[in-house]
């Protein structure tokens, strides 16, 4: 079964400075998402990507964030000047079909355990 | 954007048939009903999708009604490791999912 695949599984860092989380979606999806979930607390919608741009992004995807697809494979997520409430799992996730047709399901990744310190 | 509503948990034992049901309400005419399911630690893990009627998978079941205002998710036979948080979503305009609470299952021998 195809998976989407992030790297790395864990990442700390001291606050203050950059990180860059990385997923591979599924290679014929055409939408990607990154999502964020602080220890005990709800999935967040963080942003979401199609044809090379930012389609939507939600009040937590400041301008500290930024996404981009550098080659044909990767997606990533980057994080500048990283603080303590930044400490999550980050969920990359990849769909094929948009909203409104049939079987569209999201594959999301493992995740990432930032850890700032 | 179509809110959903479900319990924040619910306990159940090995071999039994567990059934959690969602409500929505102000779901569009185009949305559909989709459910996750995440463990600790771990990725959402999509389901099952519905429109109407009975959807039925090799993990699942869902049943939806006429009014498509509720969605029942039946796991049949649960064993341990379907102990887990349970997401009942209706993507809003974008494609995009928003999480709720979702309903912590816990399964007991």
């Known amino acids: 079964e195809p998976e989407v695949t992030q790297t790395p599984s864990h990442q700390v860092t001291q606050m203050g400075q950059e990180v860059i989380l990385r997923c591979v979606p599924i290679s014929n999806h055409l939408y990607f998402y990154w999502y964020r979930q602080i220890l005990g607390q709800k999935v967040e919608f963080l942003v979401s990507f199609y044809n090379n741009e930012i389609s939507e992004k939600s009040e937590i995807f400041d301008d500290q964030f930024s996404v981009e697809r550098p080659d044909g494979s990767n997606f990533t997520l980057k994080i500048r000047s990283t603080k303590l409430e930044d400490s999550a799992m980050y969920f990359c996730a990849s769909s094929p079909l948009h909203r409104g047709e049939l079987n569209y399901g999201y594959t999301f990744g493992s995740g990432t355990r930032l850890t700032v310190v | 954007l179509a809110k959903t509503t479900q319990p924040i948990s619910m306990d159940s034992y090995e071999g039994q048939e567990v059934n959690i049901t969602c409500s929505h309400n102000n779901i569009a005419t185009n949305d559909y009903i989709t459910w996750y399911q995440q463990f600790p630690s771990q990725g959402p893990r999509f389901i099952i999708q519905g429109y109407k009627t009975k959807v039925t998978n090799e993990v699942a079941s869902l049943f939806i009604p006429a009014d498509r205002k509720s969605s029942t998710l039946s796991l049949p036979r649960v064993s341990l490791s379907d102990t887990a948080v349970y997401y009942c979503?209706?993507?809003?305009?974008?494609?995009?999912?928003?999480f709720g609470q979702g309903t912590e299952l816990s399964v007991k021998p």
């Open positions: 979503l209706v993507p809003n305009q974008g494609g995009k999912l928003i």
